[in-house]
């Protein structure tokens, strides 16, 4: 049952990740986060210090997810 639930919240991230992704910058601003992740995620070989940089950059965003996921439920609780 856990590990269910764990492939749901991965897919869950996923999906919020290329939606992420795949936004164009509005009004001239670009978030910088995205951007470096993206610009990462893109090259083909990694050195470490690099590797590090994009591991850091995965769990900020998986934090911004979370975060959001949690205060969308809060904000439905509310309702």
Do not use: I, P
């Not at 992704?21 to 990462?40: F, H, M, Q, T, W």
């Not at 090259?43 to 950059?57: F, K």
Request: aromatic residues 12%; charged residues 30%.
């Amino acid at each position: 049952m856990k590990q269910v639930a764990e492939m749901a919240e991965t897919a869950a991230f996923r999906r919020f990740l290329g939606k992420e992704l795949g936004r164009c910058a509005r009004g001239g601003y670009a978030d910088a986060v995205l951007a470096r992740y993206r610009s990462l995620s893109l090259a083909t070989a990694l050195d470490e210090v690099d590797a590090l940089e994009y591991a850091q950059l995965f769990n900020r965003l998986y934090t911004r997810w979370r975060w959001q996921t949690a205060t969308t439920q809060v904000l439905r609780r509310r309702r």
